[in-house]
């Protein structure tokens, strides 16, 4: 029983812990827009299956406001579907101009679908091609 406890404050604990390394991560730009720039870090893409889970950081060009913050970039924890080009996020935060953590968010997984020729798309492409994934996560 004291095992099963351990294993479920390890998992937890490692959404918060991985997410304090984000600002230290070796992000690579995947897609350039007006508006944004995203990048995933390749180091830390996880494979299960059909499956990727990797973090996502979208740099906007101007402020904007969300959740009653001023907005200069913010960290998604993401899960992809390869095959069907689906995704949700299981984490946000967000940073102000300084790069300080402004809000952290746990948020339930809802699957949707990423369209052709969006970023999303291309993020997902990004970490779905074989060349990109550097861990190997539970195979299934």
Not at 11 to 32: G, K, N, R, T, Y
Not at 90 to 102: A, F
Request: aromatic share 8%; proline share 5%; net charge positive.
């Amino acid at each position: 029983m004291k095992l099963l406890g351990n294993v479920l404050v390890v998992l937890l604990l490692f959404p918060m812990i991985a997410s304090s390394s984000v600002q230290a991560a070796d992000w690579v730009l995947v897609e350039p827009t007006q508006a944004s720039n995203y990048y995933v870090d390749p180091t830390r893409i996880e494979v299960i299956g059909a499956l990727r889970r990797f973090w996502i950081k979208v740099s906007n060009h101007q402020e904007e406001q969300i959740a009653g913050q001023s907005v200069k970039s913010y960290v998604l924890y993401a899960t992809a579907h390869c095959g069907h080009s689906t995704y949700g996020e299981t984490q946000i935060l967000l940073y102000n101009r300084s790069g300080r953590e402004v809000v952290r968010r746990n948020t339930p997984l809802v699957a949707r679908r990423a369209a052709p020729g969006t970023a999303m798309n291309a993020l997902i492409q990004f970490a779905c091609h074989p060349k990109s994934t550097k861990f190997k996560g539970p195979q299934t």
